[in-house]
């Protein structure tokens, strides 16, 4: 299997495509099980212990019409839940092409299928089929609009924690990361995602930049 290459700007053009089109685009935190159920048309399987007997989180099934996820992570792990959906719906959206005749070779229908497909992958495409996937979930719960708007509110507050710092003799380089975290705390639970996922859209979204 092919997995081209994607710049960052294209892939959040397909999820702002999405939540447009789905009507998930003018508020947060982004309801990703209605996209799923309303707009794409699939069914969320929960699936016992899939986490604990098979590492993973969730899959596609071969014939796009339900998502599976560990039914512990579906119960009981909100932020996580809500990144393993959007990482799938990521697959769907940027991979179907190559997923379906993937899909038709190895005839996925289990999830041992879906291991068994996953493992013949070379390190090479599965590291860009997981990324891709990863910045597609990320930019789908964390619009680069909402976070925008979300980091203005806290900016006061930031600039507290940062001038805090500096007067304490510390560079930027030295308060960075500790401003980062901070600031992920905060606007995490404005999105339903972990502090994780904010860190990395602070980072790809050039929000960074703007912590003085």
């Keep these: 299997m092919r997995i081209n290459y994607l710049r960052i700007e294209d892939i959040e053009e397909e999820t702002r495509r999405l939540l447009r089109n789905s009507g998930q685009d003018s508020s947060i935190p982004v309801d990703v099980e209605s996209i799923i159920e309303r707009h794409l048309e699939l069914a969320i399987v929960p699936i016992l212990n899939l986490m604990r007997d098979y590492g993973i989180d969730g899959f596609t099934s071969g014939d796009w019409s339900e998502i599976a996820i560990d039914e512990n992570i579906y119960m009981n792990i909100e932020t996580r839940c809500r990144s393993t959906l959007g990482h799938e719906i990521g697959h769907l959206v940027l991979h179907r092409e190559q997923l379906q005749t ?19 992958m070379d390190d090479g495409t599965r590291s860009r089929f997981e990324y891709q996937g990863y910045i597609f ?58 502090t994780e996922v904010i860190r990395k859209r602070i980072e790809n979204s050039g929000l960074i930049a703007r912590i003085p």
């Design 137 to 194: 979930s990320g930019l789908l719960l964390v619009p680069s609009e909402h976070l925008i708007a979300a980091y203005e509110r806290e900016e006061a507050s930031l600039l507290r924690v940062v001038d805090e710092a500096k007067s304490n003799g510390l560079v930027r380089d030295d308060y960075l990361d500790s401003a980062i975290e901070y600031l992920a705390t905060r606007l995490a639970p404005q999105f339903y995602v972990s």
């Design 102 to 120: 993937e899909s038709e070779r190895f005839g996925i229908v289990s999830v041992e299928d879906w291991i068994r497909f996953y493992r013949a």
